[in-house]
């Protein structure tokens, strides 16, 4: 059963770094799409980082320069999807989902979500 | 940026009846190899997003036969043939071709 959880959520504050963890099991990573998806309150869906599973990796223009996706697939029954956010601002505030898929259709499975807030 | 539109973004039906969102893209969605990506999602309150269906028309497991997607190039449609209690929330369609991936505005599907 595949499966993604999501930690490393909370308060910061603006300018302030955090990285969130998001455990996946269940599948082959390194065979996978792996994303960060954010949604800010009342707001709807923003991908805003994948890696693919040849290593590659893309970012939104609203995170560019600041966030870094990686992962850690060392591990043949568990791997971990890292994001690593710099210069945090409060438009950045929003829940963060970590998503996946097998196949070519880029986002199927999805966390249960952690929060970050951006604020002084 | 691909924009993709739905439409309409709220949506009360009666228990029973049938519902249908539909999705603009300003791109075509069909790649090289012939497939198309256009996901759609559900979101329940409160919970994480799941998704109902991809590449347009194929339904994902355990997703019941009451949701059925269809479209091409750059217009799609969810159907649902009748709305159970269970169908509240909000429906996203989002467009997995071209980077940034985008979703539209989302459909929130309520009870009347």
Redesign the interface.
């Known amino acids: 059963e595949v499966q993604l959880v999501e930690t490393g959520g909370g308060l910061i504050q603006p300018g302030g770094s955090l990285r969130l963890s998001c455990a996946a099991s269940g599948f082959t990573v390194s065979q996978s799409y792996m ?1 960060w998806v954010r949604q800010a309150p009342g707001k ?5 980082s ?1 890696i693919s599973g040849d290593g590659r990796t ?1 970012y ?2 609203s995170v560019k320069g600041r966030f870094t996706i990686s992962r850690d697939d060392s591990k043949s029954t568990k791997s971990t999807l890292f994001l690593q956010m710099n210069s945090l601002r409060a438009e950045d505030t929003a829940i963060y ?1 970590c998503a996946a898929d097998t ?11 952690t929060l970050v807030t951006v604020s002084s | 940026d691909t924009v993709v539109t739905q439409s309409p973004l709220s949506l009360p039906v009666t228990l029973g009846q049938p519902a249908s969102i539909s999705c603009r893209s300003s791109q075509s969605l069909v790649y090289s190899d012939g497939n198309t990506y256009l996901n759609w999602f559900q979101q329940r309150p409160g919970q994480s997003p799941r998704r109902l269906i991809y590449q347009v028309s194929n339904r994902d497991s355990g997703v019941p036969d009451r949701f059925s997607g269809s479209g091409s190039g750059t217009d799609f449609t969810l159907k649902i043939s009748r709305v159970e209690a269970e169908d509240v929330g909000l429906y996203y369609c989002m467009q997995a071709l071209n980077w940034p991936w985008t979703f539209g505005q989302g459909t929130r599907v309520e009870i009347k």
């Open positions: 994303s709807g869906l923003e991908c805003i994948f893309f939104a223009d989902y196949g070519d259709s880029k986002i199927r499975c999805w966390g249960q979500g």
